[in-house]
């Protein structure tokens, strides 16, 4: 299984009196995507399954990339993403879907960044993403610590095409 783990884009801060959840992406956060969408577009990646944190700008972030990666319908949320899961949740979502040859998870920091850390068998914290960050983690067998290679972890900048760096 190839798993993608893509934090959302840039969103709004909190205002007074709002909550998180309702946080949405910015127009900057949605060309950034935009940006990410396109060089998931050039690399051919497809994904299978695609699962966002039902957090507003996660969802956000999922519903602009989906066509990109050939997914159809609508995007599926699951707590396992939200911002505070612990890692080793997620391990039950990705075990659920492991018929699938290529996963897509949208979420937040700190949970990809630790997930990703749990799946290479790194420690807590050793791995971040930045906003509109992209990691790829191939996985043999069944989802647990230590189960996954990472193959890459990309920043929204490198993703640019050079003409728009």
């Known amino acids: 299984m190839k798993v993608l783990l893509l934090r959302h884009g840039i969103a709004e801060d909190i205002g007074p009196g709002g ?3 309702d946080r949405a992406l910015t127009p900057a956060g949605v060309e950034q995507l935009r940006s990410v969408a396109a060089a998931l577009v050039d690399a051919e990646v497809r994904c299978d399954a695609l699962r966002a944190s039902p957090l507003r700008r996660a969802v956000e972030t999922a519903r602009l990339v989906a066509p990109a990666v050939g997914h159809r319908g609508e995007v599926e949320t ?5 911002p505070d899961a612990p890692p080793e949740e997620t391990l039950a979502l990705l075990a659920a879907l492991r ?7 949208v979420g937040h920091e700190p949970h ?7 799946l290479v068998g790194a420690r807590p914290g050793a791995v971040h993403f930045k906003k509109a960050g992209l990691a790829r983690i191939d996985i043999e067998g069944r989802p647990g610590a230590g189960s996954g290679e990472l193959r890459w972890l990309l920043t929204p900048t490198w993703m640019l095409r050079p003409q728009d760096r």
């Open 19 to 21: 909550r998180d959840a």
């Open 78 to 82: 699951c707590d396992e993403l939200i």
């Open 99 to 105: 018929r699938a040859a290529v996963v897509m998870l």
């Open 112 to 118: 990809l960044g630790n997930l990703a850390a749990l």
